[in-house]
């Protein structure tokens, strides 16, 4: 069995390793990691399948294991879309979903700001920019809570807006590579980052199982560096997958443990 809480930082997976609900998913994971990303891929009012989710249940989980829980927030959330009342809907989800999560205090709820490909670049960005206000204020403290992610465009687009309301950042180092963005710009924004996203790239395709052992080491060093003490997600959506990641990191990060 793979001993968690032994790196400066916390190891996470996400609630999609096994073909079941979030709870099936937590119970397996809760002996494994430190960490558990709730994952959420569609808002509550447009989901096809909702899952059931017992939020005293999952503090049971985390009371009993030592165990943290992160959030992805719903990617069908068009906070830049023209139609304002789409663009109220999202905000509306985003509180809501963090409301009913508060109980288990995530470490981070993460956030796509989904580029409106129908839309001129600057349109786009200016509601952007009214969306990210608009919540800003309704969430006061907690928006730090939020980490916007890196996703297919360039993070460049959106960072004044990121920083200028006062939300985290989620660097996903997978979509770096995937996207053939520029890494040593995506690793400067490490200090910064509340969550951190770690996934394997082959054959073209993402969220693919670790297979680059001294990239791994490579990161566990620049971790170590900034001193970095959040959550590392492994995602991937693979119980097997994820088991061999664990099992490369375990060798690639041993001279971390204890750090």
């Not at 400066?8 to 997976?13: E, I, K, Q, S, T």
């Not at 399948?49 to 959330?77: C, K, N």
């Not at 687009?157 to 006062?166: K, N, W």
């Amino acid at each position: 069995m793979v001993v968690t809480k032994r790196y400066p930082w916390r190891l996470g997976a996400t609630s999609c390793v096994l073909p079941a609900d979030i709870m099936t998913n937590v119970r397996r994971l809760a002996p494994l990691v430190d960490d558990v990303q709730l994952l959420f891929f569609e808002s509550a009012a447009k989901s096809r399948m909702p899952q059931p989710l017992h939020v005293q249940v999952l503090r049971g989980f985390a009371e009993e294991h030592s165990l943290t829980y992160t959030a992805h927030l719903p990617t069908d959330l068009a906070l830049g879309a023209a139609n304002r009342a789409q663009r109220q809907e999202g905000i509306g989800e985003i509180l809501r979903l963090m409301a009913q999560l508060a109980p288990l205090a995530p470490l981070s709820f993460d956030l796509h700001l989904v580029r409106e490909p129908d839309l001129p670049e600057a349109a786009w960005l200016d509601n952007l920019a009214a969306s990210l206000r608009e919540l800003a204020e309704a969430l006061g403290d907690e928006k730090r809570l939020v980490g916007v992610e890196n996703i297919e465009y360039p993070f460049g687009l959106v960072a004044h807006l990121v920083a200028e309301h006062g939300f985290g950042i989620c660097l996903d180092l997978g979509h770096l590579v995937h996207y053939d963005h520029d890494l040593g710009e995506g690793l400067a924004m490490l200090p910064r980052a509340r969550h951190l996203h770690y996934h394997g790239v082959r054959d073209g395709k993402d969220h693919q199982g670790l297979h680059d052992a001294e990239q791994a080491g490579m990161l566990g060093q620049r971790l170590a560096q900034v001193g970095y003490d959040g959550v590392v997600t492994l995602e991937m959506y693979s119980l097997e997958k994820l088991k061999a990641s664990l099992a490369l990191l375990d060798i690639a990060w041993q001279p971390f443990v204890g750090k």
